[in-house]
């Protein structure tokens, strides 16, 4: 398997090069990514639990998808593709906003991200992509809040920064 570049930008997101994958995170270096948060009509928030192989956060609850774009691709285009690859289904994505974000893990390796948050809707259930995903739940936004505090280790690293943003947003904005 080919291992995928990620796309290193500048804090204004211009793009400056290109990076093999584990490389910018063994390097720490700012690159471009995505979240996307799904929810149902009551609300809740469609959480994915990373498959029990993945290299770093096996077997730790996150957001819907989240993942890098591709040269030459959208943010929605790539939060688009990513959602099927990992979720099996497609739902319309709506960017919210974008920040940046550096989470080291136990293993040496460092997410630092330009992250662009999306939010879509579906009420159905995903069929996941065994190779990324090893469960899913809905769970209310209220709810994660509160079991992150109970139970952080549950949580991937990025979510728990991510969603922190997420929250704040949902309370300043109307979506």
């Known amino acids: 398997m080919i291992e995928e570049n990620v796309i290193l930008v500048n804090e204004q997101d211009e793009q400056i090069g290109l990076m093999p994958k584990l490389e910018a995170h063994e390097k720490a270096v700012l690159h471009r990514a995505f979240s996307v948060f799904i929810l149902n009509s009551k609300n809740e928030i469609m959480l994915q639990q990373r498959a029990h192989h993945k290299y770093h956060s096996p077997l730790l609850w996150t957001n819907t998808c989240c993942s890098h ?3 030459g691709e959208t943010n929605i285009e790539a939060g688009s593709r990513r959602l099927y690859e990992e979720m099996g289904f497609r739902a319309e994505l709506k ?3 974008h920040f940046i974000y550096k989470a080291p893990f136990d293993n040496g390796l460092t997410e630092h991200e330009l992250d662009h948050v999306m939010i879509g809707y579906c009420n159905d259930e995903p069929i996941i992509n065994p190779e990324e995903v090893e469960n899913w739940k809905w769970m209310g936004i209220d709810q994660i809040k509160q079991d992150m505090i109970i139970s952080p280790e ?5 979510f728990k920064i991510i969603f922190d943003e997420f929250y704040h947003y949902l309370e300043d904005h109307k979506i």
Do not use: G, N
């Open 69 to 71: 774009q591709r040269a």
């Open 95 to 97: 960017e919210l906003f």
């Open 154 to 158: 549950l949580y991937t690293v990025w």
